[in-house]
Structures are given as structure tokens and as C-alpha cells.
């Protein structure tokens, strides 16, 4: 019988989602959920290469359809009798750039949706009776942008400071389940790649620490998801190579 | 969407009283910020349906320049 228990990783093919798969590929099954099945196919060849034994499911699904998220990961789990599953990370994330005079309410329901209630819908399903007493750790991904304004980041500040104010309220209902958060600082991802060539190295400076991966974020992904990280709940970790700490060096 | 209309639209979206021009240089108008240049953006995106990207918005130096990017 196979021991290990599976992680649910939301946003998996990207950059930090695949950066934690990789970490926890000797130790956990996954389950990966993001939007396009073909890039979890080949994201998923990827990581078999590395690691054959870990049992790695996957669903593509569309988060900002977030009446049938529920559903649909429920029916999911039904289907291949999944139960055994310790823990949640929620990468899926979208930061559009807009001035607060350009959006439009459909933007604020959609980041809404993807960003928090997505995982707020996952979490139903993973404290029903048959899944809550394996779970053990959930952990989200808030950002800097939560702590600081920012230009045409107004919906995206809004939505990872709800994922932090979630975060105190779902710890107290959910203990002993863990519920804590990370706020990265600007980590150079693929999706920071829109912002042009230069976007990292201009912000590079301004980290007392440097640039920061993928590999960074997945470092503290992993311990909030392990047995290290036993006696920490409804926190926020703010993770940024020291730039908010910076931020008189003018 | 005919060129009268683009710059109309294109009055609104850099919040300008005055009538803006085809011949106009961005650098010289009040309105033109970074703030401007993301709300053009995502004028582009959303109205146009054209992505625009920051690179891209950088290397525009004149009023004509963003006409010819929405194809007007």
C-alpha cells in the first residue's frame, strides 16, 4: 500500500509550482490543478523524469468558473479514491495590471475568484469528515503587494490581503489543521517575464539580499508543509530578500 | 473604429482636457506617466483586444505611434 500522502498544488506548472513539485516529489504524492492540460502533461513528463515512484494526479480546471471548482475537485477525488491528502498550497494566482479607473467589476470578481475563493472552495471539500483528519498544513501564496501600494496593482493588493486576513480566520476554525501564508517579495518567474527584459535587474538593487527563484519560495512552501513547521499557524512569512525592509534607502 | 473617434478615446484614457493630435510627442504632454502608459494598456486589451506590452509601450514616441500599434 502506498504511504505516502498526497499534496494538492493549485498553479502547479508554474514557475514555483513545478520549483516545490520537485521538492516534494521523494516524499508526497501531488495532485497538480492549474488551467491547461497540455502544459500539466508535459509538466508532469518533466517531473516523472526526475522521480518515478511519486504518484502524480492532475486536473485541469478553470478557477474562475468558481461555481463548479467544489464540484469538481470533489468528483475528482471520488473518482480515483483519493483520501489520504496532507496538505494544500495555492500558487494559481493572476495580477493584472490595471489603473483603478480601467477596471471594470468582471476584473474584481474574476481575481477574487481565482485568487482566494478557488482555494476557499478546495478547502470545503478538504475538511469533510472523509479527508480532514489527514490534512495537516495549507499554505498560500500572499505577496509583498499586500504590505505596500503599488502603481495599477490595486486588485491584486486587495486580493493577497484578503488571502492574509483568510489565513487568521481559517487557522482558528480549522486547528490542528495549519493554515499560514507566504508574501513574496518580486521573485523572477516566468510570469514576471510580461514586464519586459529589465523588469528583474532594475528591482534587483533594491533587495538587500538580491534577486530571488522559485527555488527560495519552494524552500519555505516545503517547511510550512512539513512536521518542522508543527507549532506555527495563521502566520504570514514575508519572504523578499529583505526589500520592504529597504524601502528608506532611497 | 475610425481615427476621430481612437483619439477621442485616447483623450479619455489619458485623462486630458485638451484635444490630443496625431503629431503630438508623448514626452511633451502633462498626462503621460507611468500610470498613463498602464491605463493604455489595458485600454489596448480590453477595448482593442490588442496586448500591449510594456517593452512595446516604451519604444512609442509620438501620438501616431500608438495609432499605428491599433491598427487605426
Redesign the interface.
Given at each position: 500500500m502506498d504511504e505516502k500522502s498526497y499534496i494538492v498544488i493549485t498553479g502547479a506548472t508554474s514557475d514555483m509550482g513545478i520549483a516545490l513539485s520537485k521538492q516534494l516529489l521523494p516524499v508526497y504524492n501531488l495532485i497538480l490543478l492549474d488551467i491547461n492540460e497540455s502544459t500539466l502533461v508535459n509538466t508532469i513528463s518533466m517531473l516523472k523524469n526526475i522521480n518515478n515512484t511519486c504518484n502524480i494526479m492532475y486536473m485541469a480546471i478553470d478557477f474562475n468558473d468558481i461555481s463548479a471548482v467544489g464540484k469538481t475537485f470533489q468528483d475528482f477525488l471520488k473518482k480515483y479514491n483519493i483520501l489520504n491528502i496532507s496538505g494544500l498550497v495555492h500558487i494559481a494566482g493572476i495580477a493584472p495590471v490595471l489603473p483603478l479607473k480601467s477596471t471594470e467589476i468582471e476584473d474584481w470578481y474574476k481575481i477574487f475568484n481565482i485568487n482566494l475563493l478557488s482555494a476557499v472552495e478546495i478547502i470545503k471539500v478538504l475538511i469533510k469528515k472523509q479527508y480532514k483528519y489527514n490534512m495537516k498544513s495549507v499554505v498560500f501564496l500572499s505577496s509583498i503587494y499586500a504590505h505596500f501600494g503599488g502603481k495599477a496593482q490595486i486588485m491584486y493588493t486587495v486580493s493577497k490581503a484578503a488571502i492574509e486576513a483568510f489565513v487568521m480566520g481559517a487557522s482558528v476554525e480549522l486547528a490542528p489543521i495549519r493554515v499560514n501564508t507566504i508574501a513574496p517579495g518580486l521573485v523572477k518567474t516566468n510570469s514576471m517575464s510580461v514586464y519586459g527584459d529589465n523588469y528583474a535587474e532594475q528591482f534587483e538593487s533594491k533587495h538587500l539580499l538580491g534577486g530571488g527563484s522559485a527555488e527560495n519560495i519552494a524552500d519555505i512552501l516545503y517547511f510550512l508543509l512539513s512536521e518542522k513547521a508543527s507549532w506555527i499557524t495563521g502566520q504570514t512569512y514575508i519572504v523578499d530578500g529583505g526589500l520592504s525592509v529597504n524601502a528608506l534607502n532611497l | 473604429m475610425d481615427k476621430v473617434e481612437f483619439l477621442e478615446k485616447l483623450q479619455d484614457v489619458l485623462e486630458r482636457d485638451e484635444e490630443i493630435t496625431e503629431d503630438m510627442i508623448l514626452e511633451d504632454m502633462d498626462e503621460w506617466d507611468?500610470?498613463a502608459a498602464?491605463?493604455l494598456?489595458?485600454?489596448f486589451n480590453?477595448t482593442l483586444s490588442i496586448t500591449l506590452?510594456?517593452?512595446e509601450v516604451?519604444k512609442m514616441k509620438t501620438v501616431s505611434d500608438i495609432i499605428n500599434k491599433a491598427g487605426i
Open positions: - | 507611468s500610470l498602464m491605463a494598456m489595458a485600454f480590453k506590452l510594456p517593452a516604451r
